[in-house]
């Protein structure tokens, strides 16, 4: 009985391991398909430029994703129908590295001849990870001084004086950011955002304003936009 015990129980073992070990293949399977799959289907998009600046390029048709052209200037194209071959670059989401691109059959316009760079693009798990000033007034600057980098949720006047105004939960002005520089890539995502009125904008943090013109202006701090978008 002890003997066909064991056996029973060495069975039971044996069918559990199979049962885990045929569990994890499928799940890892499951896992990998999804960017095995991305590798393959994402190779080519045909639609109308919608926004281009510098090498970022966005099409309707590649929601999600920025087309990266380097060395072409985007806004040649834009409000033009091309058709876009290349890859995604899973170690740099969401950009979508061009090889070619062409305005109808035959006649390319772009085939790349240099390799991806960072340059002006920031990560969006980097830019996730800064955080965010409540800014409360106008005359409290511990809440920006000394932070380096922070997000803040406003809207972009354009003007002699670029400037992010910030507001309450009832519309009226707080205050407002002096913006000294908005990288490249930042002016691409404001394009694609222009039906928006107020988005995010991660800032690089400069120096304040003197407390007497803050009251005059509402003016707190000087900043570059390193960053824009809806989160």
Same mark, same amino acid.
């Given at each position: 009985?002890? /003997?066909?015990?064991? %056996?029973?129980?060495? %069975?039971?073992? *044996?069918?559990?391991? &199979? ?7 499928? $799940?890892?399977?499951? &896992?990998?398909? +999804?960017?095995?799959?991305? $590798? ?12 281009? =600046? ?13 087309? !990266? ?12 129908? %091309? ?5 995604? *670059?899973?170690?740099? +989401?969401? !950009?979508?590295?061009?090889? /070619? ?5 035959? $006649?390319?316009? @772009?085939?790349?001849? $240099? ?15 800064? +955080?965010? =000033? ?21 809207? *972009? ?27 490249? @890539?930042?002016?691409? @995502?404001?394009?694609? *955002? ?8 991660? =800032?690089? %943090?400069?120096?304040? !304003? ?20 809806? @989160?």
């Amino acid at each position: 009985m002890r /003997s066909a015990k064991r %056996i029973g129980i060495m %069975i039971l073992s *044996l069918a559990v391991l &199979a049962g885990l070990a045929g569990s994890v293949a499928c $799940q890892k399977k499951a &896992a990998e398909s +999804p960017a095995a799959e991305a $590798q393959k289907i994402v190779t080519e998009f045909e639609g109308t430029v919608r926004a281009g =600046l510098g090498r970022y390029l966005y099409l309707s048709t590649a929601s999600g994703f920025d087309l !990266v052209l380097p060395g072409f200037d985007a806004a040649t194209v834009v409000g033009k129908t %091309i058709k876009v071959k290349g890859n995604l *670059l899973t170690d740099h +989401p969401p !950009v979508f590295l061009v090889d /070619s691109a062409e305005t109808g059959p035959g $006649q390319t316009i @772009y085939t790349r001849s $240099q390799e991806f760079q960072e340059e002006d693009f920031v990560e969006m798990k980097v830019r996730e990870a800064v +955080p965010a =000033l409540t800014i409360t007034g106008l005359n409290k600057p511990e809440e920006w001084e000394g932070k380096g980098q922070g997000k803040v949720y406003g809207q *972009l006047q354009k003007g002699d004086v670029n400037a992010i105004v910030l507001s309450d939960d009832k519309g009226k002005e707080i205050a407002r950011i002096i913006v000294d520089s908005i990288s490249t @890539y930042s002016n691409y @995502y404001i394009q694609k *955002l222009r039906l928006f009125d107020e988005f995010w904008f991660t =800032l690089k %943090i400069k120096d304040s !304003v003197e407390r007497r013109e803050r009251t005059k202006t509402k003016a707190i701090f000087h900043a570059d936009v390193v960053g824009a978008g809806l @989160y």
